[in-house]
């Protein structure tokens, strides 16, 4: 029995049933593929593209896109700065669950901030946490902002919207990310090319298999 | 079931000012059969209107090629929640894993979110006043949605006493994909087991608020499956875990068709 946060008198209760039998199930091993990046820089075109590359492969994948979460889950937060981190961490645990439970769990979000990040990281075993940067000085601002998929950056141009990441509100790029995704002679590579260098880091790695 | 809509594409104001908010009117927006709140559908337009989700504004919808159907006939099941709720000492985490083993067993993918384990991680922010009590259902209900979309029976094994907290989870789900299964043990059995020793502390006045004792538990209404003795004597964990594998191959769900 433990006091674990502001939760007392709480058990930790085992089952049978645990990721390597889940994994031997599925013949793929549970992880976490983070996604980060400016609005803009194609961090959910980028999800989509790579559980369509598994689903090929008859691996089972699931994207928690922040967007999305905020529909749900996260839809009590807002953007200022402990929002923000609190939105990263839910997601993080999230993200854990279900690499437990075998998925390859793709986790797509702005989150700004280093630290978040990080401690995502924490909360998983060595190698199990891929994060893959899609904007880190690559995919810059300008063509985030010329893209402009949702208008929101016209409207934080106007004032309109506060705090936007990347134009008033920082954007912290890793420092030591497994995947760098950025232009290539000045051109964004198709979604499908930048989903195939995950695909290959994946099975390089060995989690397309349970062995 | 998907749908698609020809739309105009069309923005007015912004949610940060003071006016009413933001409307998007996409083309071409797929819609699927699991229900997104935000979304209206009139005449022949579809309006997502991105300023009213919670606190979060300038909120889109992200959709994938790969969705619960896919992953569904990928793993060759329906993804559902099975939500198990009881007083302390019911037995629900042993029916959890006890359903979870049988599933497995049959090659079905499941998952077990247990109360007290994610009180460990997700929800350790969280005490056991009421308001922590329905923020800890509302994020767990939350979650065992996206194990259901992403194809997997999710076993949520949760005290959850208060039927307001549950209804609310399975209003969050497409029709009949909710599994209401209530271990109805009587409290002086759950006490006798006392198998973590809480109902002693709770006697003893060491422990406010505890289920049962100093908190209510309100027994659903309207659940799918009841669990209780026989004759006063508790079923084994196998046949109560039989019980509600029977009711999931009756309803479709170890199988995609």
Redesign the interface.
Known sequence: ?SA??????????????GKS??QK??DQKGCVVWITGLSGSGK?TL??SL??EL?AK?K??????G??L??????????KFE?RTENIR?VG??A???A????ICIASLISPYRKDRDACRA?LPDLSFIEASTVYMNMPLELCEERDA???YK?ARAK???GFTGIDDPYEPPLNCEIELSLQDGVCPPPGTMSGRVVTYLEEKGFLEDK
């Open positions: 029995m674990i946060g502001n939760g007392t008198n709480i058990f930790w209760h085992e089952c049978p049933v039998e889940r199930l599925l959910s999800a989509c559980s369509r689903h008859g089972l994948s699931y994207v928690l896109d967007d999305n905020r529909h749900g889950l996260n839809k009590d937060l807002g953007f929002d839910r645990e999230v854990k669950l279900f437990d439970a075998g998925l909360m949702k208008g929101l409207l309109k919207i506060k």
